[in-house]
């Protein structure tokens, strides 16, 4: 597949390095490569580094001249990222590198998520770092593994060894805004034990899909759909007319994104097509209704099967009781902070295999809340009989009132774009929580340039932000 280059895009050094990033397949869970390609960039600049077991990576710069005995400053962000792709694309996400392009505006990729969050992170570092000419104080640079899938690189990472706390990280997605605290979270995992045996009768294949699907902090307020309830839903309905068997479900790909599209197989005892599209055109005009999903489809299709090894219908009856009995989406909202979600959930990934798996990522900027909320899933999955796990605890990332980099950041800020920035707590997830306990007293801000549907196959970067954000990254560090 053709590639493009970016590397006359401006700031060139930024594009170059994130062509290269794009080169190297990078999701979590899959960072051997990208971590040894910044150990190989740190030694072929002459940097000193530190791999660790995870593949986490610290890069380290002395000051340039006349800033040698300035504090250090530490520059944050992750190198994996959410792989997402259309049906019909032929990259592999495991193994191949992305089809990037851009127009006018902006960079994307072809068919699949960009990986902007958080390679232009990693772009802006490494162009930092190989350009000897850029004044800046001493650079402990912290890239991080497994961001996107619960946090694991910054939990596990070792910062025994740096001086720094001031610092900026770089995995916010829109420019003039500082976020300066956010929400904690976790995964959790619910599971139910289930009996199939051999059924005979017409089988169905229903389907939802078209949604707008999405980040789980950034967009759950956004009225958008979680194709995995609609399916719940659409399951109840047809229930209703007549027992149905379930040999298939599956929605979803991972927790931190609301999903597109799902599907359920299952045989339908006596129930006709025509019915079941009566079901969904019904369904896809509420849906339309209710939230903000113009291309939503809901259908049903005749599969070419007489029966199967199935859920029997007592098995699949809790199933679709379970699916509509767990909640989903904001749960509260700030009493403090106007239009800041509290507390969300989101069911990110369903599949039926040997056992139900239900996934969900969890958020709070408020740890009770969220604690109650996990127990809350605790007990459905008791409920039923069924079991319950959950993993990437991370805490949240507390607003600080005295913040001398804040205050430095907004008046650079507003001098030199002639409006002040937009200062806000967020409710997606950020490393920062978790890298202030290890490093007490840490002053942090987190900033970065416009991006559009992170965590989609429409992602986009714009260019003209890029450059802004980079001009604005190497002032304030030509001023600490």
Not at 91 to 120: F, K, P, Q, S
Request: net charge negative.
């Amino acid at each position: 597949m053709e590639t493009y280059k970016l590397s006359a895009l401006e700031p060139k050094a930024v594009f170059h390095y994130f062509e290269e990033i794009c080169a190297i397949p990078h999701g979590s869970g899959n960072t051997k490569m990208i971590s040894d390609y910044l150990v190989a960039f740190a030694k072929e600049n002459g940097i000193r580094y530190i791999q660790d077991d995870l593949n986490n990576v610290l890069l380290f710069a002395d000051g340039t001249p006349g800033y040698e005995d300035h504090p250090p400053v530490i520059l944050q962000g992750h190198m994996d990222m959410v792989c997402e792709k259309d049906a019909d694309c032929p990259i592999n996400m495991d193994t191949d590198g992305l089809a990037v392009d851009c127009d006018e505006t902006c960079v994307y990729a072809h068919g699949t998520t960009l990986g902007g969050d958080d390679g232009i992170a990693v772009a802006f570092a490494l162009a930092l770092l190989a350009d000897k000419s850029i004044p800046h104080p001493p650079l402990e640079v912290i890239i991080t593994v497994d961001e996107e899938t619960g946090m694991y690189g910054a939990a596990g990472i070792d910062l025994s060894m740096l001086k720094g706390r001031t610092m900026l990280n770089l995995d916010s997605e829109d420019e003039g805004v500082f976020t300066v605290a956010c929400a904690g979270g976790a995964r959790a995992t619910l599971t139910l034990p289930l009996e199939r045996r051999a059924v005979y009768g017409p089988c169905v294949k229903l389907n939802v899909d078209g949604l707008q699907g999405g980040h789980s902090g950034v967009e759950i307020h956004k009225k958008r759909a979680n194709a995995n309830k609609v399916m719940g839903e659409l399951l109840s309905r047809v229930q209703k007319l007549m027992p149905v068997c379930i040999t298939k479900l599956e929605g979803g790909a991972k927790d931190n994104a609301i999903p597109r599209s799902c599907t359920a197989t299952l045989v339908a005892l006596g129930m006709y097509i025509e019915r079941i599209n009566d079901i969904t055109a019904q369904l896809e005009k509420e849906i339309r209704e209710q939230f903000d999903e113009p291309d939503v489809r809901i259908w049903g299709d005749d599969v070419d099967a007489l029966g199967g090894n199935a859920l029997t219908t007592e098995a699949s009856s809790k199933v679709i009781a379970m699916l509509n009995s767990v909640p989903n989406g904001v749960q509260s909202w700030s009493a403090d902070i106007p239009g800041l979600v509290q507390t969300s959930l989101n069911l990110g990934v369903l599949r039926l295999e040997e056992e139900l798996n239900m996934t969900f990522a969890v958020r709070s900027s408020v740890n009770q809340e969220k604690y109650a909320l996990l127990q809350q899933l605790k007990g459905i999955a008791e409920m039923f009989e069924g079991g319950y796990s959950d993993t990437g605890d991370y805490p949240a990332w507390e607003y600080r009132k005295d913040s001398p980099l804040r205050e430095l950041m907004v008046k650079s800020f507003t001098e030199k774009f002639g409006k002040a920035p937009q200062v806000v707590a967020i409710h997606a997830g950020l490393e920062c929580g978790l890298l202030s306990d290890k490093l007490p007293g840490l002053d942090c801000v987190s900033i970065g340039p416009d991006m559009h549907d992170i965590h989609t196959s429409r992602e986009r970067l714009e260019i003209a932000s890029t450059r802004r954000t980079w001009e604005f990254l190497l002032e304030i560090l030509k001023k600490l």
